[in-house]
Nanobody
Framework: VQLQASGGGLVQAGGSLRLSCASP????????MGWFRQAPGKEREFVAT????????SYADSVKGRFTISRDNAKNTVYLQMNSLKPEDTAVYYC???????????????????WGKGTLVTVSS
């Protein structure tokens, strides 16, 4: 499973960005997908996830109400729309895939078998 994240960049506080993560192959619709991030000097943390079986979503408290995860199975792509960005959102953002998993632990990095290389988001104050 290959994952390619894109869409990162430099944005001012209050601005928006949309990250994309594409995964070629016929089984994408059966992957639960997650976004995680790692800020400088910090450990990687959960951001958002979307369950393949029912499309349910979950968010970290720090991004709830500002970020939206979605997917387009026809395009084999998952998105992370980020609005009202804050300097503390600055991080490398990673997408991850949990093929066939639809349980309740999708905020746990250990549920994900495949990871993309990450895309840098920098929010200036």
């Amino acid at each position: 499973v290959q994952l390619q994240a894109s869409g990162g960049g430099l944005v001012q506080a209050g601005g928006s960005l949309r990250l994309s993560c594409a995964s070629p192959g016929p089984a994408f619709s059966y992957y639960s997908m997650g976004w995680f991030r790692q800020a400088p000097g910090k450990e990687r943390e959960f951001v958002a996830t979307i369950n393949w079986s029912d499309g349910s979503t979950s968010y970290a408290d720090s991004v709830k109400g500002r970020f939206t995860i979605s997917r387009d199975n026809a395009k084999n792509t998952v998105y992370l729309q980020m609005n009202s960005l804050k300097p503390e959102d600055t991080a490398v953002y990673y997408c991850a895939a949990a093929p066939g998993y639809s349980g309740g632990y999708l905020s746990d990095q250990r549920m994900y078998n495949y990871w993309g290389k990450g895309t840098l988001v920098t929010v200036s104050s």
